[in-house]
């Protein structure tokens, strides 16, 4: 996810060599089980009778719901309109050109589908895309050469050529990119389920793609997964270590038919959480505000709980509601006294900045401002230089659509510039509006502040599934039926609510 020209990984919000971003820059399950999951998987699925779902949340003024259903919309669009015309891969940015993010990819995967529920697509055309996309990564090469390839023992390189689709540089192998890839990939499977030779073969790609995948391979020191691995240096020195946005990772590594890590990894996990309370919210605390978002793009947590969460009497749902409040908490108080910031504007994550590394004096007061950083604030830790990401809100609607929506409202009525045709730009800092400073990155309208000139992938892509989980629970519902988020899921100890209704 930055800046960085020559593919260095740079670091995660703890410090750690991370597998997340650079800028522009075990068990096996029975062989019959398996075999089984191949059989249903790969034949057309029949819609089951169930109860009708409520979509989670109460009724939205008009206006509001027009508001959301464009901001859907444009922020869909990015996704299908930018998706390069041989590969099918998505950009991790525009319009600045850049490679692909495999990540990005997995996104622009789930909002196909969603593109397809709500008619601003066919569902041919949409089908047409997702099964070119995953044909072309599943037939890409693979191996452990320094140059040339695409993939590597089922995991993918973080960024890819977008013409290519080989490795970018020398960027490493990513455990997390990859993961997030294959959730995009596991939503297709299910929700493309009619008996048609186009679905058919997004049902069995998506299933090669995931089988593919050796976790335990990744486990240099179990029962942990490590962050990522390259043939120049071998595995990170880091494994994924809670919490963040690495729940997705270790419920599809567990949920694996092939290739699955120990029960162990969960417990694992989770004796590494921060809980404790910040401003006024008692919660398991992580800084940026993606990781409290990310994997409930795929699973719905609602009533469903670990013996973590029961032991607090809470589910992760409404952990990542109660950090949503205490980010708009942190952003009322405003303790570094940033401009534009309040109680209908703040959102603190991982985004883009106006500087790798700038300190200026504005006002008095000595600002340190940063480029592409995990940006948030917490126990665990506070990264802020007055840059607000328009995901940070909208990736929480589900959470707290009584802040979250009128938050985006307020931005995109203070704000013209933060907006253009694909939704808003990546992220905006009120604090930096003096026509004299030259930004690195970005540009500064004089009077205002400064704005991005891009989009990423990775923050546009919450930015539609939550919304749509928000209005129609749309991928929640589709991922309920995924055996594979079943059986991870069940393997970490969870239970409650839907997911018993599924085991039964």
């Known amino acids: 996810m930055g800046r960085v020209a020559d593919g260095r990984t740079g670091q995660d919000a703890d410090g750690r060599p991370s597998a997340r971003r650079a800028r522009p820059a075990a068990a096996l399950f029975a062989l019959a089980a398996s075999a089984l999951f191949v059989l249903a998987l790969c034949r057309p699925v029949p819609r089951a009778a169930e109860p009708r779902v409520v979509p989670p949340r109460?009724?939205?003024?008009?206006?509001?719901?027009?508001?959301?259903?464009?901001?859907?919309?444009?922020?869909?669009?990015?996704?299908?309109?930018?998706?390069?015309?041989?590969?099918?891969?998505?950009?991790?940015?525009?319009?600045?050109?850049?490679?692909?993010?495999?990540?990005?990819?997995?996104?622009?995967?789930?909002?196909?589908?969603?593109?397809?529920?709500?008619?601003?697509?066919?569902?041919?055309?949409?089908?047409?895309?997702?099964?070119?996309?995953?044909?072309?990564?599943?037939?890409?090469?693979?191996?452990?050469?320094?140059?040339?390839?695409t993939s590597y023992r089922g995991f993918f390189y973080h960024f890819l050529d977008m013409r290519t689709g080989e490795r970018f540089e020398k960027v490493e192998l990513s455990t997390i990119d990859?993961?997030?890839?294959?959730?995009?990939?596991?939503?297709?499977?299910?929700?493309?389920?009619?008996?048609?030779?186009?679905?058919?073969?997004?049902?069995?790609?998506?299933?090669?793609?995931?089988?593919?995948?050796?976790?335990?391979?990744?486990?240099?020191?179990?029962?942990?997964?490590?962050?990522?691995?390259?043939?120049?240096?071998?595995?990170?020195?880091?494994?994924?270590?809670?919490?963040?946005?690495?729940?997705?990772?270790?419920?599809?590594?567990?949920?694996?038919?092939?290739?699955?890590?120990?029960?162990?990894?969960?417990?694992?996990?989770?004796?590494?959480?921060?809980?404790?309370?910040?401003?006024?919210?008692?919660?398991?605390?992580?800084?940026p505000l993606f990781g409290h978002q990310y994997t409930h793009i795929w699973v719905d947590f609602r009533g469903i709980q670990d013996p973590y969460m029961r032991g607090k009497g809470i589910d992760y749902f409404e952990n990542s509601r109660r950090a949503t409040l205490s980010q708009k908490a942190y952003a009322t108080a405003n303790p570094s006294g940033f401009a534009g910031y309040g109680p209908d504007v703040w959102g603190l994550t991982a985004c883009d900045g106006p500087f790798?590394?700038?300190?200026?004096?504005?006002?008095?007061?000595?600002?340190?401002?940063?480029?592409?950083?995990?940006?948030?604030?917490?126990?665990?830790?506070?990264?802020?230089?007055?840059?607000?990401?328009?995901?940070?809100?909208?990736?929480?609607?589900?959470?707290?659509?009584?802040?979250?929506?009128?938050?985006?409202?307020?931005?995109?009525?203070?704000?013209?510039?933060?907006?253009?045709?694909?939704?808003?730009?990546?992220?905006?800092?009120?604090?930096?509006?003096?026509?004299?400073?030259r930004p690195q990155w970005g540009r500064i309208v004089p009077g205002v502040g400064w704005f991005d000139v891009d989009q990423l992938g990775i923050d546009q892509g919450p930015i539609v599934a939550m919304i749509e989980n928000y209005r129609s629970g749309l991928v929640w519902r589709t991922m309920r039926k995924n055996p594979y988020i079943i059986a991870g899921l069940e393997r970490a100890g969870f239970t409650g609510g839907w997911l018993d209704r599924a085991a039964r």
């Open 58 to 149: 109460p009724a939205v003024a008009p206006a509001a719901e027009a508001f959301l259903e464009d901001l859907e919309q444009r922020t869909f669009r990015w996704f299908w309109d930018l998706a390069d015309p041989g590969t099918a891969l998505i950009p991790d940015r525009a319009p600045t050109p850049s490679f692909s993010s495999v990540a990005a990819v997995g996104f622009g995967l789930t909002s196909y589908t969603i593109g397809a529920e709500r008619g601003w697509v066919s569902r041919a055309d949409a089908a047409a895309r997702t099964a070119k996309t995953l044909r072309f990564l599943v037939s890409a090469p693979s191996g452990g050469a320094p140059a040339g390839m």
């Open 356 to 437: 790798d590394d700038g300190t200026l004096e504005i006002d008095g007061k000595t600002r340190k401002f940063q480029g592409y950083a995990a940006r948030g604030a917490s126990l665990r830790h506070v990264i802020d230089d007055g840059t607000i990401a328009p995901t940070a809100a909208a990736g929480s609607i589900p959470f707290a659509p009584e802040i979250a929506i009128p938050a985006l409202q307020e931005m995109t009525r203070r704000w013209p510039d933060l907006r253009n045709a694909y939704g808003f730009l990546n992220a905006f800092n009120p604090t930096l509006a003096d026509a004299a400073i």
């Open 178 to 287: 990859t993961t997030l890839l294959a959730a995009g990939a596991l939503t297709c499977q299910s929700y493309f389920d009619r008996e048609d030779p186009v679905e058919a073969q997004i049902r069995a790609d998506a299933d090669t793609l995931y089988r593919r995948i050796e976790w335990t391979w990744a486990q240099p020191r179990p029962p942990g997964v490590s962050m990522g691995w390259t043939p120049e240096e071998g595995f990170h020195t880091w494994n994924w270590s809670g919490y963040d946005e690495a729940m997705i990772l270790y419920i599809l590594a567990l949920g694996s038919p092939t290739h699955a890590i120990d029960p162990a990894a969960w417990p694992q996990w989770c004796s590494t959480y921060v809980w404790g309370s910040y401003f006024g919210q008692e919660h398991v605390n992580f800084s």
